[in-house]
């Protein structure tokens, strides 16, 4: 099944199917992340500051191949994560996973989906964990489990319509978020036993907006012994710890994000009509490492925009646009993911790698056993780039 589309489409892709699915991207933990719940910050965000090209950001980068087989020829991807020791990369469509070990060799095509008593209608959040993939399907309301190979192992039943899933030490939280639960006491979060049951409800449930929900993101991420909490249409971050959820980042886009600007308070109208009319931005896509930010922001829609791609260094509070044009003006076909021990997951099309490693020193460039420039563009499966910045652009 081929799993390309345009570039960072997902947000429009999931408003033509309004919003109806969500996946998992997640975040490895990081050492660096501190054990203690950090201090709650507001971060001011320069929409219009100073950019670079990528490869000039670049400190070094590791390349992985996506081994190509007759079961994993994909095309280009835009939604992937590390999972374990697993590369997991969900189709489009949400019914099917690739799933490859750390060195991009294939290891399984997953496809359980269907209206068996084993199978899923579609993945919304998914995770894997010993070697046991879990996997959440907001319709049926079930988190099943199944072996990375396949084989279905059980599953757990929940009364929560949700817009994801997550766990943490033993602990499911939920996403309900513009949602409407049988439970009328319900908030945003939930969070459930081992068994899905007896639900702790944190924030204020948020009411009907008259906006389609969901998207190809998890609102929830690791980071380190806690979970980081975004919700879709929010400019704030929270930090779930210990059974307590706080208010962690806030990002401050000097009154230019259309959900808490004046004229969508003011006014009545249609919010998918207003933000076509919009100059602001609507949609924030946070990535947080602990020394560094990914920030991805949407203005307006219909036609498809050129996306808008921010790098924030934490500790000099110093940001940069990330320019990601060719030197024909086109744009690289590549999706920024998420981060892992520092670096920042990309996916690139084979036929723009090369390209893009020739901007760089060889000295900057090493590839993941059994990758090779070549390898890679022989086939039509992307590579994965993971790339540590330089701190001082």
């Given at each position: 099944?081929?799993?390309?589309?345009?570039?960072?489409?997902?947000?429009?892709?999931?408003?033509?199917?309004?919003?109806?699915?969500?996946?998992?991207?997640?975040?490895?933990?990081?050492?660096?992340?501190?054990?203690?719940?950090?201090?709650?910050?507001?971060?001011?965000?320069?929409?219009?500051?100073?950019?670079?090209?990528?490869?000039?950001?670049?400190?070094?980068?590791e390349i992985i191949r996506l081994e190509e087989t007759d079961e994993s020829l994909m095309g280009m991807v835009w939604d992937l994560s590390i999972e374990e020791d697993y590369i997991v990369i969900p189709t489009d469509d949400r019914r099917m996973l690739y799933i490859f070990d750390s060195k991009g060799n294939f290891v399984s095509q997953?496809?359980?989906?269907?209206?068996?008593?084993?199978?899923?209608?579609?993945?919304?959040?998914?995770?894997?964990?010993?070697?046991?993939?879990?996997?959440?399907?907001?319709?049926?309301?079930?988190?099943?489990?199944?072996?990375?190979?396949?084989?279905?192992?059980?599953?757990?039943?929940?009364?929560?319509?949700?817009?994801?899933?997550?766990?943490?030490?033993d602990e499911y939280w939920f996403d309900l978020s513009f949602r409407a639960q049988e439970d009328s006491t319900a908030g945003q979060l939930a969070k459930v036993d081992k068994q899905l049951r007896n639900p702790e409800y944190h924030l204020g449930?948020?009411?009907?907006?008259?906006?389609?929900?969901?998207?190809?993101?998890?609102?929830?991420?690791?980071?380190?012994?806690?979970?980081?909490y975004h919700q879709l249409l929010s400019d704030s971050v929270y930090q779930i710890k210990?059974?307590?959820?706080?208010?962690?980042l806030h990002f401050d886009l000097k009154g230019q994000f259309f959900w808490t600007s004046q004229e969508m308070k003011s006014t009545g109208g249609s919010p998918i009509e207003m933000i076509a009319q919009s100059d602001k931005v609507w949609l924030l896509i946070p990535r947080i490492d602990p020394d560094w930010i990914?920030?991805?922001f949407n203005v307006g829609f219909g036609d498809i925009p050129p996306p808008n791609d921010l790098l924030y260094h934490r500790p000099t509070n110093s940001s940069i646009a990330i320019d990601v044009e060719k030197g024909n003006q086109e744009r690289f076909e590549m999706s920024f993911n998420n981060w892992y021990d520092g670096r920042l997951l990309v996916s690139?099309?084979?036929?723009?790698?090369?390209?893009?490693?020739?901007?760089?020193?060889?000295?900057?460039?090493?590839?993941?056993?059994?990758?090779?420039?070549?390898?890679?563009?022989?086939?039509?499966?992307?590579?994965?780039?993971?790339?540590?910045f330089k701190s001082d652009f």
């Open positions: 099944m081929n799993n390309s589309i345009k570039p960072k489409a997902f947000a429009w892709a999931s408003l033509a199917f309004l919003f109806a699915f969500a996946s998992c991207q997640t975040e490895k933990e990081s050492s660096k992340v501190s054990n203690q719940a950090e201090a709650f910050k507001s971060i001011p965000i320069e929409l219009n500051g100073p950019k670079a090209k990528l490869a000039d950001l670049v400190e070094e980068v997953f496809d359980r989906h269907g209206d068996g008593p084993e199978e899923y209608t579609t993945i919304t959040s998914y995770w894997v964990k010993s070697d046991t993939l879990f996997l959440f399907d907001l319709y049926k309301k079930k988190l099943f489990e199944y072996s990375v190979q396949g084989e279905y192992l059980g599953f757990k039943s929940t009364d929560f319509l949700a817009n994801a899933m997550y766990v943490l030490n449930a948020l009411g009907d907006i008259d906006f389609p929900m969901g998207a190809p993101l998890n609102s929830f991420s690791s980071y380190g012994n806690s979970l980081l210990d059974g307590k959820v706080k208010p962690y990914h920030l991805d690139v099309s084979s036929t723009d790698i090369g390209e893009f490693l020739g901007d760089l020193e060889e000295s900057q460039i090493s590839y993941a056993d059994g990758s090779s420039l070549e390898t890679i563009e022989s086939s039509e499966n992307p590579a994965l780039m993971l790339i540590r």
